[in-house]
C-alpha cells in the first residue's frame, strides 16, 4: 500500500482517476469539468456569455452558486494538502526551492517575479483561450470539440517547444 | 436538492481531483519539465489515457446525455493558449494544480486569479 501513498501513481491509477473525474462529474452533475472556469466564475460578477452552441443536443445548467466553485477550490487544496500529508506520513513540509532544473534553466534568484510573470500569463492565457489543462485538456478533448482540440494543441506545442529551447540553450 | 449538498458534492469532487492531481505527479515542476522535453512520457501517457477513456464514455453516454455548450475557435483561442504554454513552462503549474500546490512552493502561484479574473 506504500507505493500508493508516497510515490508518483503509475499512468495506468492516475488515468483511471482523471478519467472518472471528468466523466463523473459530468454524469452526476451535468456540468463539464474545468478548474479555470472555476477561478473566473468564483470572482467574476459577469460570468462568461453563453457561446453559441456547435455540438447537440445541448445541456445548459444554471449557473453554480458563485461559492460553490470556492468549496471546489478549497478543497482541490485540501486533496493536495491530503496527499503531501499521506507522502510525509503526516508532516507539513514547505518549501520556496523549486529544484536543480528550475534553478538551471529559469533561474532561483528570480524565482518569485517568474512565477509572478508565469502566474499572470496562465491566468489570463487560461481566460482568453476558454479554458485550462482540465477544461479543455480533460473535458474537452474527451469530447472532441473543436476548440479544445486547437487549444489543447495549442498550449501543448508551445510548452514542448519553448521547454527544448530553453533545455538546448542554457 | 439543496445548497448544502451541492457544498458538499463538490468539495468531495474537489478533494479527489486535488489528491489525483498531486499524485499523477502534475503538480511538481521537474515532472511537467520531464514531460515537456521528452525525457519522462509517463505523465504525458496518464494525460493521453485520461482523456481516452473520458473520450470513450462520452462516446457511449453523450447521446443521451448530450453535450456542455462549446465556444468556437477564435483568435482569442489561440493567443490565449500560446500564452497559457509560455506560462505553464515557467510556473509547472496549470490552473488546478496551482490550486493543488499551496503545499509544495507554490502559494505565489495564486498571484494569478486576479489575472484570471479580469482578462
Redesign the interface.
Known amino acids: 500500500m506504500d507505493w500508493?501513498l508516497k510515490e508518483?501513481?503509475?499512468?495506468?491509477l492516475?488515468?483511471?482517476?482523471?478519467?472518472?473525474?471528468?466523466?463523473?462529474?459530468?454524469?452526476?452533475?451535468?456540468?463539464?469539468?474545468g478548474?479555470?472556469g472555476s477561478?473566473?466564475r468564483a470572482?467574476?460578477r459577469t460570468p462568461p456569455a453563453?457561446?453559441?452552441?456547435?455540438?447537440?443536443?445541448?445541456?445548459?445548467k444554471p449557473p453554480?452558486?458563485r461559492?460553490?466553485?470556492l468549496?471546489?477550490?478549497?478543497?482541490?487544496?485540501?486533496?493536495?494538502?491530503?496527499?503531501?500529508m499521506a507522502a510525509t506520513g503526516g508532516e507539513?513540509?514547505?518549501?520556496?526551492?523549486?529544484?536543480p532544473?528550475?534553478a538551471k534553466?529559469?533561474g532561483d534568484g528570480v524565482?518569485?517575479p517568474?512565477?509572478?510573470?508565469?502566474?499572470?500569463?496562465?491566468?489570463?492565457?487560461?481566460?482568453?483561450?476558454?479554458g485550462?489543462?482540465?477544461g479543455?485538456?480533460?473535458?474537452?478533448?474527451?469530447?472532441?470539440?473543436?476548440?479544445?482540440l486547437?487549444?489543447?494543441m495549442?498550449?501543448?506545442?508551445?510548452?514542448?517547444v519553448?521547454?527544448?529551447i530553453?533545455?538546448g540553450v542554457r | 436538492m439543496s445548497?448544502t449538498g451541492?457544498?458538499v458534492?463538490?468539495?468531495?469532487?474537489?478533494?479527489?481531483?486535488?489528491?489525483?492531481?498531486?499524485?499523477?505527479?502534475?503538480?511538481s515542476?521537474?515532472?511537467i519539465?520531464k514531460m515537456?522535453?521528452?525525457s519522462d512520457l509517463?505523465l504525458f501517457?496518464?494525460?493521453?489515457?485520461?482523456?481516452?477513456?473520458?473520450?470513450m464514455?462520452?462516446m457511449i453516454?453523450?447521446k443521451r446525455?448530450?453535450?456542455?455548450?462549446?465556444?468556437?475557435?477564435?483568435k482569442?483561442?489561440?493567443?490565449?493558449?500560446?500564452?497559457?504554454?509560455?506560462?505553464?513552462?515557467?510556473?509547472?503549474?496549470?490552473?488546478?494544480?496551482?490550486?493543488?500546490?499551496?503545499?509544495?512552493?507554490?502559494s505565489?502561484?495564486?498571484?494569478?486569479?486576479?489575472?484570471?479574473?479580469s482578462?
Request: glycine share 12%; proline share 6%.
Open positions: 500508493l508518483y501513481w503509475p499512468w495506468w492516475a488515468a483511471l482517476g482523471m478519467g472518472l473525474v471528468t466523466v463523473g462529474l459530468w454524469i452526476i452533475e451535468r456540468r463539464p469539468l478548474v479555470s477561478f473566473t470572482v467574476s453563453d457561446p453559441p452552441p456547435v455540438l447537440f443536443p445541448i445541456v445548459q453554480l452558486p461559492t460553490v466553485h468549496t471546489f477550490m478549497v478543497a482541490m487544496a485540501l486533496g493536495g494538502f491530503l496527499s503531501m507539513v513540509h514547505t518549501t520556496w526551492k523549486m529544484g532544473t528550475f534553466l529559469i524565482t518569485f517568474a512565477l509572478l510573470v508565469g502566474g499572470v500569463l496562465v491566468g489570463i492565457g487560461a481566460r482568453m483561450a476558454g485550462c489543462t482540465s479543455h485538456g480533460l473535458s474537452g478533448c474527451s469530447r472532441m470539440t473543436p476548440n479544445s486547437v487549444s489543447t495549442t498550449f501543448f506545442g508551445t510548452a514542448i519553448v521547454s527544448l530553453l533545455a | 445548497d451541492i457544498h458534492r463538490y468539495a468531495i469532487y474537489g478533494t479527489v481531483f486535488g489528491f489525483i492531481l498531486s499524485r499523477a505527479g502534475f503538480t515542476w521537474d515532472e519539465h515537456f522535453v521528452f509517463r501517457i496518464t494525460f493521453m489515457m485520461a482523456t481516452g477513456m473520458a473520450m464514455v462520452f453516454v453523450n446525455l448530450g453535450h456542455p455548450p462549446v465556444r468556437k475557435v477564435t482569442d483561442t489561440i493567443i490565449g493558449s500560446l500564452l497559457f504554454g509560455l506560462g505553464w513552462v515557467v510556473t509547472g503549474a496549470c490552473p488546478g494544480a496551482a490550486l493543488v500546490m499551496p503545499a509544495r512552493a507554490s505565489l502561484r495564486s498571484s494569478r486569479s486576479p489575472a484570471s479574473c482578462g
